[in-house]
């Protein structure tokens, strides 16, 4: 009888220990939400487009705003060695508080958004328990955000969904990844009883323009390997990336009266259509997918005296995307024979390289981030990223870096969208990457 009651007790007391557990967690996920969001919001209010025109680093001076914001924030959690250096860029540190030999890892994000869409005066909807159909961003413009043309939009019912009014881009690329950080740190100097080696934080400029990472001190960050907090949907986990390029290409007409213009005259604008001709139809971003690589043209400026045109390139396999600079070159130099020496000039500039080559020799900073996914019930969903990220460039810096979800969609436009449940998972990931990490991995 005696051994009947002590199990009978012995499994309630378990019964009330898991129960405390549940409640428990069911708190520290209800508050986290409340300061994330709170983060968040808080966050995207602030305009910070960078300028690809501006020479200037960081190319707009609001970006300073939010840099010395997050160092004010970081300096109230208890982190007095945050600061922002000359550059506007942000960088934290979180001492080890174990004997272990732990590695040091960073986590980054950057503070600018993308210029390709208006990003002041945000006003972000946050709706409760989404119900799984099209979304009136403005009824007033009839702006709807539709599951018919964003289908993965169904998977996310019953989230808390945070998205425009459909004047301005959101800023979830990359605030979401911001305030995924900033909570993860509060959470970790609020809780000095989980265990853990060094831990670096940086937050960057101008990585919308391809200029991230011009002036980051790997030394100084000091991290052994980090994660950029800036992919999209749950569980995205990515160590491929683009190699990528930049053309600026300049057409010299001849103006002449038009009454008067034969054998004269060369019209600029179509010497800039023909050259565009030249290039194959399908190799263009709308024709693309998966390790497809492009030509695509981002602007242009034409009269028939002068014309302007500026392209990127982009190819995941190296020779292939060296074949397509010499393309570029090859077509120049076909209408230059065609039509003067001096009529196309061209400028190519690689921005930076596939980051895979450098991550191949580091994969267990991918196996570490996978299983940390995996603790927190997400499927990690490696693929190549369809762009680049400042984790690219670092990697080739010294700082294998792969990329690792935030939770938005739609980047740089008006049907800009994020899960709070997709951040809060996202925080998840980064505590469990922290807690998994040791000497051996």
Known sequence: MYKVRSTFYVLLSTFHATLNYFVFLLFYTRIMKEKLLDRFLRYVSIDTQSDDKSDNSPSTEKQWKLAKLLVKELKEMGLDNAMVDDYAYVYASIPSNTDRNLPSIGFIAHMDTSPDMPGENVKAQVLENYDGKDIVL??????????????????????????????????????????????????????????????????????????????????????????????????????????????DIIIQGNNIHPGYAKDKMLNAIRVAGEFDALIPEKERPEYTEKYEGFYHLIAQNATVENATMKYIIRDHD??????????????????????????????????????????????????????????????????????????????????????????????????????LEVMVKAVDVILNIIKLADEKE
Do not use: W
């Not at 009014?165 to 100097?189: H, N, R, S, Y």
């Not at 900073?365 to 670092?394: E, F, S, Y």
């Open 138 to 247: 403005n009824k007033e413009q009839s702006i709807i955000l539709k599951i018919e043309e964003y289908p993965e939009l169904a998977e996310y019912e019953g989230h808390t969904i945070i998205c425009t009014d459909g004047t301005t881009l959101l800023g979830a690329d990359d605030k979401a990844g911001i305030a995924e950080i900033m909570t993860a740190v509060d959470f970790l100097l609020q809780n000095p009883e989980i265990e853990h080696g060094p831990v670096k934080i940086a937050f960057t400029t101008d990585e919308e323009i391809g200029r991230g990472t011009d002036y980051f001190d790997v030394e100084r960050f000091g991290a052994d390997f980090a994660y950029t907090m800036d992919g999209s949907g749950t569980g995205e986990l990515e160590f491929e990336n683009f190699n990528a390029a930049s053309a």
């Open 318 to 419: 190296r020779a292939k995307f060296e074949l397509r600079k010499r393309i570029m070159e090859e077509n120049a130099e076909a209408l230059n024979e065609k039509y003067g020496s001096e009529t196309v000039s061209m400028e190519l500039k690689d921005q930076y390289f596939n980051m895979r080559e450098i991550i191949e020799n580091h994969y267990h900073v991918v196996d570490l981030a996978a299983k940390a996914m995996v603790q927190a019930n997400i499927k990690p969903v490696i693929k190549p990223i369809r762009g680049g990220t400042d984790g690219a460039r670092l990697s080739f810096m010294g700082l294998p870096c792969p990329n690792i979800f935030a939770g938005g969609h739609n980047f740089h436009g008006k049907y800009e969208y994020v899960s």
